[in-house]
């Protein structure tokens, strides 16, 4: 048996979907749903291929071909089939095509989560267009292609503010605590100053908040530059 899904159908699968070993199966449409489709390899050669029923897991029992579709993956969270999708593929998973990353239930993605989108006896190639939302300043969408899965990851790159920038004191006068916050959660922050020789206090070096009192033993006005 032969079974074409075509452009603008959907095919939901929430149960079971056997095509005889020898058919042809071919998606221009969409496929969708949590079942397990088995017996021939699936083609989605110009369709989208759309995991669980937001968000979910899809398992193909007899290899997958991405062709020139488009596999969407929905993320609301770090836990799979119920928070985020994942193709689950017994045989091969050849991939092409587009791989578009969607964010679901107003989710904002963390600094070291990661994803595994793909599962599947053994991975083939990579998807030609990659695409992901808008993520928080200072956090970047990563893609490892495994031997027998694909990973999604977040990454982050901290962009520190301090507050207040700048400020003018009198020796031997508690400065305005300096408060560091960053565009990435938990980052951990960590500070050294100069003319160290001439100012004492606060120590050389620290982590968190800058807090305390500046003694200047020259006779002339300095400047000290946290970093």
Not at 4 to 29: D, M
Request: with cysteine; net charge neutral.
């Amino acid at each position: 048996h032969n079974l074409t899904i075509n452009a603008g159908a959907t095919l939901s699968n929430n149960s079971t979907l056997n095509i005889n070993a020898g058919g042809v199966v071919v998606n221009n449409g969409t496929y969708k749903g949590s079942g397990l489709y088995t017996g021939a390899l699936f083609n989605n050669s110009g369709g989208t291929v759309s995991p669980g029923n937001s968000p979910g897991c899809t398992t193909f029992g007899a290899g997958y071909t991405n062709g020139s579709g488009t596999e969407l993956i929905e993320i609301g969270g770090t836990t799979v089939c119920t928070q985020y999708d994942q193709l689950q593929v017994t045989g091969t998973a050849t991939l092409s095509g587009t791989l578009n990353v969607v964010l679901f239930g107003g989710y904002t993605p963390n600094c070291g989560e990661t994803y595994t989108i793909m599962t599947a006896t053994s991975v083939s190639g990579t998807f030609a267009t990659v695409t992901y939302p808008a993520l928080p300043a200072g956090l970047s969408w990563n893609i490892q292609y495994n031997a027998t899965s694909v990973v999604l990851s977040i990454t982050g790159n901290p962009v520190a503010t301090a507050t207040p920038a700048s400020q003018t004191i009198c020796s031997r006068t508690p400065i305005t605590t300096i408060v560091l916050t960053s565009t990435v959660a938990s980052t951990t922050y960590a500070c050294t100053r100069d003319n160290n020789a001439t100012v004492t206090g606060i120590a050389p070096s620290g982590t968190g908040n800058i807090s305390g009192t500046l003694t200047n033993t020259a006779n002339v006005p300095i400047t000290v530059t946290f970093t």
